[in-house]
């Protein structure tokens, strides 16, 4: 189906526009609560480019962003070779920026202190071996795996570049990678719509072993054949969402709801929503999984710069704030910091790559 939403660009992203997104400014909320940003991208797309120099621009827009996590996102694999190892292409590149930004020259923000890069879970015996190769390219900072696993039949679903197969999640050869994974002490990050959430949760009974970080609160639609469905698409999410939340393994990240699958309509209204209007929004998502997973078991993440064509990033850390008032210090610390940098790794980062959220 062709895209005629003007404002759609690659994969039906919505289109950054940054004059647009400074028609809403508001004052920073608790702006000494440490942050880990546990879910971000970059490419390199012309003029849609986000790198380095784009990241620590949001990252630095007033909220105290002490480390951020890179995922997977199909960039700079390498042009030949194998075809399973031309992912590592992507893991030299984000380490290199991760290494830029080590060198304290672009300000205290750790960019990429844990990357989570891809190895195809399906190709059987070669898991180990690639794992072993990614973790020796990024020089201590491989942290977990993310496939391409976003997939439903109807054509104005997708949030991907390159459509993946229908089918990864259920094939009996991933749940084995996903074994290999488990051995090797890493978590799987899991993209998916809410549609295949049962196939999360089978996969995460069948390796219990296994994290499962599942992104973007699990994948509400609102397009295509979901338009107009809120409600249902809610009941039938909250069933499913709870019916992970009672499998120990699994993990939620709290955010990607300024995509356009979502059905929000925020990035076609005159002027940016302020951080009130996201949070009554969302709230009916966020609070469904604080509650059921505990806070323990959430991390907020910022899905940039594909959450960018809805909102700024102070704008989104500040919803993300409005969301979490009424916790306790500890419960905050987790949302915003501690279940990342426990699912992750952070803290068993070496010396030179750590994160000190105790820093001023």
């Given at each position: 189906m062709a895209v005629t939403d003007p404002l759609l660009g690659h994969g039906r992203q919505i289109i950054?526009?940054?004059?647009?997104?400074?028609?809403?400014?508001?004052?920073?909320?608790?702006?000494?609560?440490?942050?880990?940003?546990p879910h971000h991208h970059l490419w390199q797309r012309g003029a849609d480019s986000y790198l380095l120099p784009e990241l620590l621009a949001d990252t630095?827009?007033?909220?105290?962003?002490?480390?951020?996590?890179?995922?997977?996102?199909?960039?700079?694999?390498?042009?030949?070779?194998?075809?399973?190892?031309?992912?590592?292409?992507?893991?030299?590149?984000?380490?290199?920026?991760?290494?830029?930004?080590?060198?304290?020259?672009?300000?205290?923000?750790?960019?990429?202190?844990?990357?989570?890069?891809?190895?195809?879970?399906?190709?059987?015996?070669?898991?180990?071996?690639?794992?072993?190769?990614?973790r020796a390219a990024a020089g201590g900072r491989f942290r977990g795996i993310r496939n391409r696993t976003a997939w439903h039949p109807s054509p104005e679903v997708t949030t991907n570049l390159v459509a993946p197969p229908p089918?990864?999640?259920?094939?009996?050869?991933?749940?084995?990678?996903?074994?290999?994974?488990?051995?090797?002490?890493?978590?799987?990050?899991?993209?998916?719509?809410?549609?295949?959430?049962?196939?999360?949760?089978?996969?995460?009974?069948?390796?219990?072993?296994?994290?499962?970080?599942?992104?973007?609160?699990g994948g509400p639609l609102g397009i295509g054949p979901f338009v107009a469905k809120q409600a249902e698409v809610f009941a039938e999410w909250k069933q499913r969402m709870l019916a992970l939340a009672a499998l120990p393994n699994v993990v939620v990240k709290l955010g990607g709801l300024a995509m356009y699958v979502t059905g929000f309509d925020f990035h076609r209204r005159p002027q940016p929503p302020g951080s009130q209007a996201l949070a009554d929004t969302w709230?009916?998502?966020?609070?469904?999984?604080?509650?059921?997973?505990?806070?323990?078991?959430?991390?907020?993440?910022?899905?940039?710069?594909?959450?960018?064509?809805?909102?700024?990033?102070?704008?989104?850390?500040?919803?993300?704030?409005?969301?979490a008032a009424g916790a306790g210090a500890a419960e905050k610390t987790a949302l915003f910091s501690g279940t990342a940098m426990r699912v992750y790794g952070l803290e068993r980062l070496p010396a030179a790559l750590s994160v000190d959220l105790a820093a001023a």
């Open positions: 950054v526009r940054e004059e647009w997104l400074r028609l809403t400014e508001e004052p920073v909320l608790e702006p000494g609560l440490p942050i880990v940003d630095g827009s007033g909220h105290d962003i002490r480390a951020t996590i890179f995922v997977q996102c199909g960039e700079m694999y390498r042009a030949a070779g194998p075809v399973e190892e031309r992912s590592l292409g992507e893991t030299e590149f984000v380490t290199g920026v991760a290494a830029a930004s080590a060198s304290g020259r672009h300000g205290p923000t750790r960019a990429c202190a844990g990357i989570i890069g891809m190895v195809d879970l399906t190709v059987g015996d070669k898991v180990d071996a690639l794992l072993d190769a990614h089918g990864p999640l259920e094939n009996p050869a991933f749940a084995q990678g996903a074994r290999r994974l488990a051995g090797h002490g890493l978590p799987l990050d899991v993209w998916c719509y809410h549609t295949q959430l049962p196939h999360v949760i089978a996969l995460a009974r069948a390796v219990p072993e296994l994290t499962i970080v599942v992104d973007h609160v709230r009916p998502y966020i609070e469904t999984c604080i509650e059921s997973f505990g806070a323990g078991r959430c991390m907020f993440e910022s899905n940039f710069p594909v959450d960018k064509g809805m909102c700024s990033y102070a704008v989104l850390w500040n919803a993300f704030k409005r969301l």
